[in-house]
């Protein structure tokens, strides 16, 4: 029997973590997730997840953080290094990066620089995560104020979805921006827990 390991996710992901964890039969894999709506306030993310690592590594010889950089400047991997060895983290600075992999969204960013970027988390979750925290719900006229310098949005998929797709144009369309769909996969995502698994 493998030995447990536990991801720390960034609750965005908890989906597509347990898809992989359902699909591939991991179920050594342990989840705890931190609240999603903290990518609005990124400097927050260390001590939180600072917190779940201490309040678990006397319980799990390995975790494993899904997390990116995700805003914090560095101070993610701050923390893994502070709380010692064997607890690694994604790779890249967020997860559009991870999913879409590196040269690809490299080549994205180059394309229009102005790109306002979704998931399968997001596409779902807009209004919640994007319209309401931003008060354009109360607000329209805010949408020239933070989406003005932007030409598109690009939806990068995890699953063929077509309601999620129709919500992702939608999404654009809100904004009023032209739109590109890429489908990723789950990319780094499914590529690091895989190695996790079988560590």
Known sequence: MREPVLIIACGALAREINELKQTNGW???????????????PAL????????????????????????????????????????????RL????????FAGAKRYEALADAEPGTFYLTDFLAKHFD???????????HPELRDAYFGNYRRVVFLSQTKDDDLLAAAKDAAERLEL??????????????????????
Do not use: N, W
């Open 45 to 88: 993310i260390p001590d939180r997840l600072r917190t779940k690592i201490r309040r678990y590594k006397k319980l799990y010889d390995h975790i494993y953080v899904a997390y990116a950089d995700c805003g914090t400047g560095g101070e993610i991997d701050r923390v893994l290094e502070e709380e010692g060895e064997g607890i690694e």
């Open 128 to 138: 919640r995560f994007v319209i309401e925290p931003l008060k354009i719900d109360q």
């Open 178 to 199: 032209d739109f590109d769909h890429v489908h990723c996969g789950y990319g780094a995502l499914a590529t690091e827990l895989m190695l996790v698994a079988s560590a």
């Open 91 to 98: 790779p890249g600075v967020h997860c559009y990066q991870f």
């Open 27 to 41: 179920s050594h894999l342990h989840l705890s997730c931190i609240d999603a709506k903290l990518h609005h306030r």
